[in-house]
């Protein structure tokens, strides 16, 4: 898996999660990172021969777990391991399909070894519903394991406002994938007061920042949207606790943790109703759903919930109550125990 030092996003909270509660239950697990090798190339196909260097590190282990993402650095690796161990389990975590955020030639090439990388697996980890019913489409046959996401409990929810001010917030990368484009779109039309804040990490000299900070100033909106960079997790318990509303726009997600911590805050979602996010958001309940790309109806919907504070108090109540209904870490560590017994009793 690539270096983490401090996760960045859903995927990589579950995936330092699970593999340290498998530590926890078995001390004798390996994690190998882009730091263990002394070259990290910016290719990611040459980490399929950096790996192959290394085969003898690996024709010890009887299981190895990797992460769909890798299909570009280990595709080549992993049938060359195959071959030497016949015998080891194969595992993959696999948590979107990456293919399906690309377009053109380059969509249909990544869908090509991505799905290829995962058909040779003996095992596929999925933490969520909406991509097992994917995956169960796409390979029928496969053995497949829901671990599902769980979150923590939590005995300090926060108090639902009596009169919330019209901030809205969007915590997560500033790339494509997420749609801030369309957001910014749809915010030109706004006519109600509001004020934007993007909690993300981001490069100055990032094509598609950039753009983002260009459709700004097409729409004179410099005093209404700020972009706040990657923030202490105390700073966005801060963010999180001035919003009002939880704008999430993106075009493709295998679960979107980031909506169900924003809803802990009480703080209704408005996102567009694709992959795994209708799962999570119930259209009128604890969030408004907004049809697939539509900037107008973006629009509309941010509209309807600024200038309806009886609607955004309903849907701020039904978040809260949707976050204390949700499945918590215990379901899950029990769920990983079980797991790792069968792991342990096939060796």
Same mark, same amino acid.
């Given at each position: 898996?690539?270096?983490?030092?401090?996760?960045?996003?859903?995927?990589?909270?579950?995936?330092?999660?699970?593999?340290?509660?498998?530590?926890?239950?078995?001390? &004798?697990? =390996?994690?190998?990172?882009?730091?263990?090798?002394?070259?990290?190339?910016? =290719?990611?196909?040459?980490?399929?021969?950096?790996?192959?260097?290394?085969?003898?590190?690996?024709?010890?282990?009887?299981?190895?777990?990797?992460?769909?993402?890798?299909?570009?650095?280990?595709?080549?690796?992993?049938?060359?391991?195959?071959?030497?161990?016949?015998?080891?389990?194969?595992?993959?975590?696999?948590?979107?399909?990456?293919?399906?955020?690309?377009?053109?030639?380059?969509?249909?090439?990544?869908?090509?070894? &991505? /799905?290829?990388?995962?058909?040779?697996?003996?095992?596929? *980890?999925?933490?969520?519903?909406?991509?097992?019913?994917?995956?169960?489409?796409?390979?029928?046959?496969?053995?497949?394991?829901?671990? &599902?996401?769980?979150?923590?409990?939590?005995?300090?929810?926060?108090?639902?406002?009596?009169?919330?001010?019209?901030?809205?917030?969007?915590?997560?990368?500033?790339?494509?994938?997420? @749609?801030?484009?369309?957001?910014?779109?749809?915010?030109?039309?706004?006519?109600?007061?509001?004020?934007?804040?993007?909690? @993300?990490?981001?490069?100055?000299?990032?094509?598609?920042?950039?753009?983002?900070?260009?459709?700004? &100033?097409?729409?004179?909106?410099?005093?209404?949207?700020?972009?706040? @960079?990657? =923030?202490?997790?105390?700073?966005?318990?801060?963010?999180?606790?001035?919003?009002?509303?939880?704008?999430?726009?993106?075009?493709?997600?295998?679960?979107?943790?980031?909506? =169900?911590?924003?809803?802990?805050?009480?703080?209704?979602?408005?996102?567009?109703?694709?992959?795994?996010?209708?799962?999570?958001?119930?259209?009128?309940?604890? @969030?408004?759903?907004?049809?697939?790309?539509?900037?107008?109806?973006?629009?509309?919907?941010?509209?309807? *919930?600024?200038?309806?504070?009886?609607?955004?108090?309903?849907?701020?109540?039904?978040?809260?109550?949707?976050?204390?209904?949700?499945?918590?870490?215990?379901? /899950?560590?029990?769920?990983?125990?079980?797991?790792?017994?069968?792991?342990?009793?096939?060796?």
């Amino acid at each position: 898996m690539p270096k983490v030092t401090k996760p960045k996003t859903g995927g990589q909270k579950y995936d330092i999660y699970l593999v340290n509660k498998l530590k926890d239950l078995h001390g &004798e697990i =390996v994690t190998v990172t882009d730091k263990t090798f002394s070259i990290q190339p910016k =290719v990611a196909l040459i980490y399929n021969f950096i790996y192959s260097l290394k085969l003898n590190s690996f024709l010890n282990a009887d299981v190895l777990i990797t992460n769909s993402r890798m299909y570009p650095r280990q595709y080549l690796f992993l049938k060359i391991l195959k071959i030497f161990s016949k015998n080891i389990k194969l595992i993959v975590i696999h948590h979107h399909y990456n293919y399906k955020v690309k377009s053109g030639l380059t969509r249909k090439i990544h869908r090509y070894f &991505e /799905l290829r990388f995962l058909k040779g697996f003996d095992l596929i *980890i999925i933490p969520s519903r909406y991509v097992k019913n994917e995956t169960k489409r796409l390979f029928p046959e496969k053995a497949l394991r829901l671990l &599902e996401i769980a979150f923590e409990k939590s005995s300090d929810l926060q108090v639902i406002k009596k009169h919330p001010e019209p901030n809205l917030l969007y915590i997560g990368t500033i790339e494509s994938r997420k @749609g801030i484009h369309l957001l910014i779109e749809s915010l030109k039309e706004v006519k109600e007061d509001f004020q934007l804040k993007l909690v @993300g990490a981001f490069k100055n000299q990032d094509p598609y920042y950039l753009m983002l900070k260009s459709k700004i &100033e097409e729409g004179h909106l410099e005093d209404k949207i700020t972009f706040c @960079g990657r =923030v202490s997790d105390e700073q966005m318990k801060d963010y999180l606790k001035e919003a009002s509303i939880f704008v999430f726009p993106s075009l493709h997600e295998g679960y979107g943790m980031v909506m =169900v911590e924003a809803m802990s805050y009480g703080l209704p979602v408005i996102a567009f109703n694709n992959s795994a996010i209708p799962f999570v958001i119930k259209d009128k309940h604890n @969030g408004l759903l907004v049809e697939n790309e539509n900037i107008y109806d973006l629009t509309a919907k941010i509209r309807q *919930i600024l200038s309806n504070e009886a609607l955004l108090k309903k849907l701020s109540k039904n978040a809260q109550s949707t976050y204390k209904n949700i499945r918590k870490f215990d379901d /899950l560590n029990l769920e990983i125990e079980l797991f790792y017994n069968e792991l342990i009793d096939e060796s």
